[in-house]
């Protein structure tokens, strides 16, 4: 088992940045890729990033691109989103996931597949 916590969320005005972090605990960290998603209200659950187990590739959707940072520190158990140039529409409760086998090209189409969830943290962010 994995267990997924998120912190980080907040309000925060359009232009802002916000940095979420996802602490993980249970089995060995550094055997998963770790990723981020979101759900704005009344919206399905959407990929926004993911990070291969050594951190060496990421995917972002394009909505994130050149705004948003996922990196992991597998010493610290962490995987971080940085957000700048938030926007309204980033609003949502953003979820750290865990997957050991989902290729992450694959992760935005497959996020039902994923082993593990955190409970989510809430970003809203004010025009």
């Known amino acids: 088992q994995v267990q997924l916590v998120e912190s980080g969320g907040g309000l925060v005005q359009a232009g802002g940045s916000l940095r979420l972090s996802c602490a993980a605990s249970g089995r060995t960290f550094s055997l998963y890729d770790m990723g981020w998603f979101r759900q704005a209200p009344g919206k399905e659950r959407e990929f926004v990033a993911a990070?291969?187990?050594?951190?060496?590739?990421?995917y972002y959707t394009d909505s994130v691109k050149g705004r948003f940072t996922i990196s992991r520190d597998n010493a610290k158990n962490t995987v971080y989103l940085q957000m700048n140039s938030l926007k309204p529409e980033d609003t949502a409760v953003y979820y750290c996931?865990?997957?050991?086998?989902?290729?992450?090209?694959?992760?935005?189409?497959?996020?039902?597949?994923?082993?593990?969830w955190g409970k989510g943290t809430l970003v809203t962010v004010s025009s």
């Open positions: 996931a865990a997957d050991p086998d989902i290729p992450l090209s694959s992760w935005a189409d497959h996020y039902y597949g994923m082993d593990y």
């Open positions: 990070i291969s187990r050594s951190g060496s590739s990421t």
